[in-house]
């Protein structure tokens, strides 16, 4: 991997504005208005709202985070930065790490950020606890790192924002993140177990409230890696080839 252009991708991603704003302004937002509405509340014995919210808000924020590493893609496209890679040793599984590690470092920060503001607001977790869900929703924000790459490499420069935005709404509201999918009517509760989403959050709620849903949730998120990867790959060779 080459690691001058990470560094690269990483300085780019992290001067833009809407990174902050989005990537850890708005679920830091939510964590802390929902997580004081309702963070009294316990769900089960000795686990309190808060709790809960913080690691769907931590889940939502490393999500949008990968996502956000795709959306310059489709502008360095129509720049010819596709075609200027092919002159350098850079192929396609080179380039899909590139893009997801940058992806996946976004994400610390966003996470350390809002599992900082859990524990000032007084959530009590043991060592393990905040360990594993701190690994769990970094390496299952995976996925979605390969989708924002994928949704960048078929949009356009002046779309791909807007298209990777207005999938974040569905992906957080029907994924269980924002609200809970036993209120929701039955065909939405149906529909929300199919979003990577869901099990995003189910990865990280695990080591909370126990259960053996850890292993099943990381099954279905490498299963929403393994197409989106191939059709990444297949596409950067297509641009490179081009003349």
Sequence with gaps: MNLNY????????????QFALFTIGMPLAMFLLFGGIFGAQEIAPGIS?????MVNMAAYGAM????????????????GWQRTLRLT???APGYLMVKVSAGLFVALPVLLVIFAAGMIRGIRLETG????????????????AVLGLMIGLFGKGDTVQAV?????????????LWIPL???????NTAGHLMPTYWLGEIGRAPVLGGSGMLTAAGVLAAWLVVPA??????FRLDTARL
């Design 49 to 53: 709202t808060a709790t809960v919210t």
């Design 164 to 176: 990777t935005g207005a999938l974040m709404l569905p992906l957080g509201m029907f994924g269980g």
């Design 6 to 17: 990470l560094a690269l991708e990483i300085r780019r991603i992290v001067r833009s504005p």
């Design 64 to 79: 949008t985070a990968a996502l956000f590493t795709g959306t310059r893609v489709a502008t360095e496209r129509s720049d």
């Design 182 to 188: 036993q209120i929701l009517p039955g065909w939405m």
């Design 129 to 144: 606890q905040w360990l594993t869900i701190f690994g769990a929703l970094w390496l299952g924000a995976l996925p979605f």
């Design 230 to 235: 191939l059709v990444v790959m297949a596409r």
């Design 89 to 91: 040793p850079m192929r």
